[in-house]
């Protein structure tokens, strides 16, 4: 099993900026890809915002390259999402998800989410 605590949610203006993370624990052979998605009120899917690999390969939503950047600390299997220039369309949200390996098998965890409020 594999628990995720996220922290760093919270209400800033637009053009500020705000830190995520997301910790991952728990009895497990490795954690693989990390990542971070959003969901928004009416909307039935989280949506990508980006991801990482245990390698540190990156892949970023449209949305926001340029303005995120993701980065983990492999040693704490820890995730950071840094978040600039916030735009009041990045309100959602936000939750961690992570790949790990479990007895030779893959799984995929979610977090809990951490709200983030940007206003205009």
């Known amino acids: 099993q594999v628990q995720l605590v996220e922290s760093g949610g919270g209400l800033v203006q637009a053009g500020k900026s705000l830190r995520l993370s997301c910790a991952a624990s728990g009895s497990f052979s490795s954690i693989n890809a990390m990542g971070w998605y959003r969901q928004t009120p009416g909307k039935l899917q989280r949506e990508l915002v980006a991801v990482i690999t245990s390698g540190g390969s990156t892949n970023y939503a449209d949305s926001v390259k340029g303005r995120f950047t993701i980065s983990r600390e492999n040693a704490k299997n820890t995730v950071y999402l840094q978040m600039n220039s916030l735009k009041p369309e990045d309100t959602a949200v936000y939750y961690c998800?992570?790949?790990?390996?479990?007895?030779?098998?893959?799984?995929?965890?979610w977090g809990q989410g951490t709200q983030v409020t940007v206003s205009s």
């Open positions: 998800k992570t790949m790990a390996t479990i007895r030779g098998y893959e799984y995929q965890y």
